[in-house]
């Protein structure tokens, strides 16, 4: 009987119009609309409340000016607030709200709570650096991150490993600006160094042809790693210059840059000739499958060492290429926290005596 019910059920479906089907999916999709459009509001509300609650507070504390007062009066709001609405409102918890109120502006906010729900701010709030804080802050926005994803790329250091942690605050400041009015990406804000491909789960060793077999094995989590706007084109990719053959390894398209990204692959350390081969790669790329409305082609060439003054020498950046370093084998986070930081205070010196001189 139950079987014949359900027979009957799919005839008449498909004997419904293609009107009462379009029907039926428009009506589906108001419902879903409606939907994410309570939870924004929702989000929106409980942001501003935690805020109000926090500014309040801090406006009461510092009115006050008593040392011991802060903490009482955190205390008596926690119990009456849960008291009144049961669990969430520990002292943790307002503590929170406060913090809140303090690193974050009224109008910075406003826009805040449309875009970003509450657990996304709590990942944000033990950052102390407000320029950090801001470009996740962007990037999530622009790429639509979940707390999971953010988390993550907290922990995997993604503000340190992009090259705009490395320029001068003053530029990261005008890029941030440019993302958040104009959703203006630079391709600083894309780039890395270095990369994580530990879940390549390569060996001790290994050929560039493993390497790349790797990646393509695991190019979603590659993506995920290099950026979510990149779009894989092909592995190997053949050009041919005066008959002779040359192959690209990776050729992406990067969406929101609008331009071709060859990658290239290297074993060793960065050598001077790396470069001669790549602007070969992107001027054959511009002449011959740029498209109209497409920027310049990018040449990203991976190494497993960098050779410092070889890049500054040969000014790579002005050729469009960039150089990145990457790890297969994780090192401990404080280790590769150390080495970020020198190298963004490296960076950044370089910057300061190129200023001075000119």
């Known amino acids: 009987m139950e079987n014949n019910i359900v027979v009957r ?14 029907l039926e999916d428009r009506i589906v999709s108001l419902v879903n609309a409606s939907k994410i459009k309570i939870a924004i509001s929702v989000n929106s509300g409980i942001t501003e409340l935690y805020w109000n609650i926090g500014h309040l507070i801090n406006e009461d504390i510092l009115k006050n000016k008593r040392a011991d007062y802060g903490n009482y009066v955190v205390k008596q709001i926690s119990e009456t607030l849960t008291s009144k609405f049961g669990k969430g409102w520990s002292p943790k918890q307002i503590h929170r709200f406060m913090q809140f109120a303090k690193e974050f ?46 988390s993550a790329r907290i922990d995997s250091m993604l503000y340190e490993r992009t090259l705009i942690s490395k320029k001068p ?22 780039f890395r160094d270095p990369y994580l491909l530990d879940f390549l789960d390569l060996h001790d060793s290994y050929s560039e042809k493993d390497f790349e077999q790797a990646i393509i094995a695991e190019m979603e989590n590659f993506i995920l790693e ?5 779009a894989f084109m092909g592995r190997q990719k053949r050009i041919t210059v005066d008959n002779e053959d040359y192959y690209i390894d990776l050729l992406f398209f990067h969406r929101r840059l609008k ?100």
């Not at 109008?107 to 657990?119: F, Y």
Request: glycine share 4%.
């Open 9 to 22: 059920n799919k005839l008449e479906l498909k004997s419904k119009s293609d009107n009462e089907l379009n």
């Open 105 to 150: 502006s009224r109008e910075k906010v406003a826009t805040l709570w449309r875009q970003l729900t509450w657990s996304h701010i709590k990942q944000l709030l033990p950052m102390e650096n407000e320029l950090k804080r801001d470009f996740y802050i962007e990037m999530c926005r622009l790429e639509n991150w979940s707390v999971r994803t953010l």
């Open 169 to 190: 605050e003053n530029t990261i400041r005008s890029e941030l600006a440019h993302l958040q009015s104009e959703e203006k990406l630079s391709p600083d804000l894309v």
């Open 226 to 230: 290099i950026g979510t706007d990149f």
């Open 259 to 358: 331009c071709l990204v060859a990658i290239e692959l290297k074993l060793g350390a960065f050598k001077a000739q790396y470069k001669g081969q790549m602007e070969l790669y992107l001027h054959y790329l511009e002449k011959n499958l740029m498209r109209e409305g497409e920027e310049k082609p990018i040449g990203l060439i991976l190494c497993a060492g960098k050779n410092e003054e070889h890049i500054e020498l040969m000014r790579l950046d002005k050729s469009n290429i960039r150089v990145a370093d990457y790890l297969t084998v994780l090192p401990s986070k404080e280790i590769l926290q150390e080495k970020l930081q020198l190298s963004i205070e490296r960076a950044k010196n370089r910057a300061r005596e190129i200023t001075e001189k000119d």
